[in-house]
């Protein structure tokens, strides 16, 4: 209750930096956008739906899914959204590229999670085949950012891995909300935002920043197969900039394996920083 929904709207859309929508604008290059979604719930169309849980206690002894199937109940329940208008193709099903959900409770805690939901539900004739990415009140923006990753990317974290303030999925939780750090060159390649550059012979090469160029460069050992490589950027701590806060500035290799990319287990690393 002491979150204005307004204050909420701006840390996701903005306007004014940081805010959650931008912050995938700027490190996809204008590949990646979210388009508000229509709602007429307490202040139309400000993309924020108020619900009530009950007790915080009770809340948070279920499992994060249950948390989840709670809050689509409660959202469905108000009646100001209609969830079929979100099924692009049609199929019945709601998946994680057709919307992504952000739950900002008002809990003590100061991190978030990515969960599915129990059930799956259905509402307005459309089942619910996704997940949820929720955080408290006072998770700064850069959690809300890596969190909705999880849902609309499937994206893995990188704890353990040496990401550092590196990557979006090293850790982020704890910050003040203006902290930011990018997203790192081996994401940005899986996720068809850049094209790195392979080197294919001894020799000079300018990088360039990599938060205002979509530029990374790519080594490997044609011995080793094209799955096992290094991949360098040049990190730069601009003020207004979403690296702003990354660990140090300068070149960062990092050691890929690809061949371990999507194990779903987040013991076997893809990546891991040199």
Partial sequence: PTVADATIS????????PNLVDYYRANSFGKMFFTRATETCDTANDRVVRITLGTQAAYLAQTDSAQ??????AVNARGCINFAN???NNNKHLTDDEMTILAVDATNRNCGATRGIDGPPSYNG???????SKAAGATNILTLAHEVGHSALDAVDEYGYGAGSFDLYGP???PPDDNMQ???AWQKTHLGWITPTVVGRDGYADVPRADTNPSAFIL???DRGTNDYFIVENRERHPGSYDKDATIDGLVIWRADDSKYGSG???VRPIEIM
């Fill in 172 to 174: 982020t939780c704890g």
């Fill in 220 to 222: 490997y050992d044609p």
């Fill in 265 to 267: 287990d987040e013991n």
């Fill in 68 to 73: 989840d199937r709670s809050i689509l109940d």
């Fill in 10 to 17: 701006q840390r996701v859309y903005g306007p004014g930096f």
């Fill in 126 to 132: 459309v089942q619910i085949d996704k997940s949820v």
């Fill in 182 to 184: 990018g997203v790192n």
């Fill in 86 to 88: 979100f099924d692009r």
